[in-house]
């Protein structure tokens, strides 16, 4: 196809399309011509790819830049997923007793963990931020979290395809970014809705205190 | 206490809270002289919640004003939480199949949600991303996830507390941005864990094939 169906099919500008293919991020068309290329299959599926990274998962472009890398790297799944996650972990270090508050949760659930994961620092830096506003994560909270993880875990793992490993590669590394924003959403609208039961209808909201700060 | 003090207790330097102070996002001090003015604890707590909310929540500060605004605005609770959940949104606009994939979820688990609440649209922009790049969504990992978010936001919902409605409207908006972070580092750390039980232990990795590709 030429890159005006391109652009059309996958709801990328064409300017935007001939940025990704100035910066490497997808690969050049077959030339047909000193100013034209066509594209195929292939072509679309990356642009959308990169479309669904750079627009849902709201990740800058060098962070698209590494998981393409990583997915087209034919490493190891470990490496692969391993190097994505990396690039999308928060930056910043944590203190020593929000690791030690990771290794206690880790070893309570018996959850198997690389001891250098970038999954533990993740959750470290949580952790610290959460105490150093004032809140206190209870183990009964922190059991109810790890609950629900493990249940969607479970279903993101299952469903990866074996077909090959490539899609499988890909399937995990999308997966995890794409399906965050969706299980964000629905903890939302979960609480939207026990609150909307706890506080009463809609239309009889409840009155707060005018704040005293500022 | 003192500028310097300050930043030490809250472990931001002393430009950005000067920063902070001149954007408006921290209340100026009581002046003690020309030059110099004293903080106390509200200004302490405010700055380690704006630290958390652009650190962990990796908020632009357009929408940490936005928060700080709804906290201090003395607005009903759905009203303040529906400001911050609107500031957090993703932006975009979402098909109509997509509207109609979460009306039908919404029907069928009898969640009451607002017709026109953001989060609503969140879920819409995520379902349609994922589409996007060919990821069907069956009802069972759609109910998986949908029972994962109840759960957390059943804990979300008990734990709010009710001796200060200020508290309380702080309380849910920091617990929606901070507990997001902890949510996703579990998720990953489950799937490290289950994926490392299926694909067999670190060491011996899978190998992929290369990607023909590019």
Redesign the interface.
């Known amino acids: 196809m030429q890159m005006r169906e391109l652009s059309r099919a996958s709801?990328v500008p064409v300017a935007t399309v001939k940025y990704y293919l100035r910066e490497g991020l997808l690969?050049a068309g077959t030339p047909t011509s000193a100013t034209r290329a066509t594209y195929d299959d292939?072509h679309l599926?990356?642009l959308?790819?990169i479309?669904?990274l750079a627009?849902?998962g709201?990740l800058r472009l060098e962070t698209v830049r590494t998981i393409l890398t990583a997915?087209?790297?034919?490493?190891?799944?470990?490496?692969?997923?391993g190097a994505a996650?990396t690039a999308l972990a928060?930056l910043?270090p944590a203190s020593p007793q929000a690791d030690e508050a990771v290794d206690r949760l880790?070893r309570r659930r018996r959850?198997?963990?690389?001891q250098d994961?970038s999954?533990?620092h993740?959750?470290a830096?949580?952790?610290e931020?959460?105490d150093?506003?004032?809140?206190e994560?209870v183990d009964?909270?922190l059991d109810?979290?790890?609950?629900?993880?493990?249940?969607?875990?479970?279903?993101?793992?299952e469903?990866?395809p074996t077909d090959?490993?490539?899609h499988?590669?890909e399937h995990?590394v999308?997966?995890?970014v794409?399906?965050?924003?969706?299980?964000?959403?629905?903890?939302?609208?979960?609480?939207?809705?026990?609150?909307?039961?706890?506080?009463g209808r809609?239309g009889r909201?409840?009155?707060?205190?005018?704040?005293?700060?500022?």
């Open positions: 709801g690969p292939s599926q990356r959308r790819l479309r669904a627009e849902v709201q997915v087209d790297g034919g490493g190891t799944l470990h490496e692969t997923v996650h928060p910043g880790l959850w198997r963990v690389h994961s999954n533990r993740a959750l830096v949580a952790f931020a959460l150093k506003v004032g809140f994560v009964t909270t109810a979290y790890a609950d629900a993880a493990l249940t969607v875990a479970t279903v993101d793992v469903t990866v090959s490993a490539e499988a590669v995990v999308v997966g995890t794409l399906f965050e924003p969706l299980l964000l959403a629905l903890r939302r609208l979960a609480q939207e809705h026990l609150s909307s039961r706890r506080l809609p909201p409840v009155r707060t205190a005018r704040s005293t700060r500022g």
